[in-house]
């Protein structure tokens, strides 16, 4: 497909306006234009993919079946232009800010105590954050979208640098109401009676745990739901009859003051490293090195 068949984003900005507003005099209102150039830019739109994108139902535009697939891949495009313009603003930054980016387990848990401390340190430097999946992650990294990454899953990129920052282990886990609480351990073919709430698939952690699990041929588990915050996963692990594999920095005080308990399993330990991933173009930049220095330093 050659790029100049595709549609203009002007055209896109101008179908999601209409969706999301309710209809064409309020789209023109927010993107300051005539109605009829509304109306000329969603005929271009069918008129680009062949087809009708929206219908009229009484008063209302409604979107057709294709709409709704342009639509959604619409806001995709629209949401990726704003964050490339963030991007590149931060790029002009100058070199007394860092891009860190980090998974989200490590932005929950660790990210914060970092955070502070790190300010308290070095006041006049600026650190831009974001959250993420280790794989998008390591696609920014290499093409120095971020300078900096604490990651759950080493990359093997020629243009990333990686040193190993601290051990962690992915443990299974329960709450003080499941019949499990007092279970020193159990055994792998037990795990197939239990209930499990886990994070998503794309998670560093699911990566990790279905490849361990794989070793001793345990493809599938019970999982009764999937949850995109390991904070939101321990609540609920409090509260029901659930368990859940985790990692253990994001459990620790947990555990300690027993809102959960950890179930061993026979012959099944899941250690693992979290990384430091950084640009070469960063070791020159005196935020990325310091905040190396003082993760150095503490752990």
Known sequence: MEYKTLPDLKHLETLSAVVELGGVAQAARKLNIGQPAVTKRLRALDNCYGISLMQREGRQLELTEAGELVYHQARLALDQQATLFEDLAALRGGQNKLRL??????????????????????????????????????????????????????PEHPDILVQSWLDDEIVLVCGPGHSHYQTDAITPNQLHSLRFVMREPNSSMR????????????????????????????????????????????????????????????????????????????MYNNVANSFVEMLSRMY
């Not at 929950?108 to 105590?113: A, Q, T």
């Not at 001793?216 to 859940?244: A, F, K, W």
């Not at 959960?260 to 979290?274: A, C, M």
Request: no cysteine; aromatic share 6%.
């Open 101 to 154: 980016e980090a998974t989200f387990a490590i932005a929950e848990h660790l990210l914060p105590d970092l955070l502070l401390k790190y300010s308290e340190l070095h006041p006049d430097y600026q650190i831009e954050t974001r959250m993420g999946y280790s794989r998008r992650i390591q696609t920014r990294l290499a093409t120095g979208l971020s300078d900096l990454a604490l990651l759950e899953i080493s």
């Open 207 to 282: 990566l990790t745990l279905d490849r361990e699990l794989a070793k001793i041929n345990i493809h599938h588990l019970p999982i009764t739901m999937e949850v995109g915050s390991t904070d939101t996963i321990t609540e609920m692990l409090q509260r029901g009859q659930y368990v859940s594999f985790l990692p253990y920095f994001a459990v620790a005080e947990s555990l300690k003051r027993g809102r959960l308990h950890r179930i061993r399993i026979e012959g099944l330990s899941i250690k693992r490293t979290l990384w430091i991933s950084r640009t070469k173009a960063s």
